[in-house]
């Protein structure tokens, strides 16, 4: 059964746009934490609790959901162009850049 909700939590979740580009990339219904910083939050509830005072921990609360607003198409051109760009920023060396690192030499003409 694929996922239906996707979870995030981290300081990009302040941003309305990052998480919701991720709903739409995905195509997949995300919820962002009301708090960026889960983990933290969850290392203070385990102290809390190792204390004695599990019962007074306030609810947790589902955070806000994102739900993708663009249609199939759309999400294939966007994905598309996304890996074009992740390619674009990979270092693919020239046939000079390799002519120089195979003598030994550090720099380029």
Do not use: C
Request: no cysteine; hydrophobic share 40%; net charge neutral.
């Amino acid at each position: 059964m694929p996922l239906q909700v996707f979870r995030a939590d981290g300081g990009a979740t302040n941003s309305a746009l990052v998480v919701q580009t991720q709903a739409d990339l995905l195509g997949r219904n995300v919820e962002a934490s009301d708090v960026p910083e889960v983990s933290a939050l969850g290392v203070a509830k385990l102290a809390w609790q190792a204390l004695g005072h599990a019962d007074v921990w306030p609810s947790d609360s589902s955070g806000r959901i994102y739900r993708p607003i663009v249609d199939r198409d759309e999400r294939r051109l966007r994905r598309a162009h996304w890996a074009g760009e992740i390619n674009r920023t990979r270092f693919t060396p020239s046939a000079e850049e390799m002519t120089h690192a195979a003598a030994g030499s550090t720099a380029v003409a």
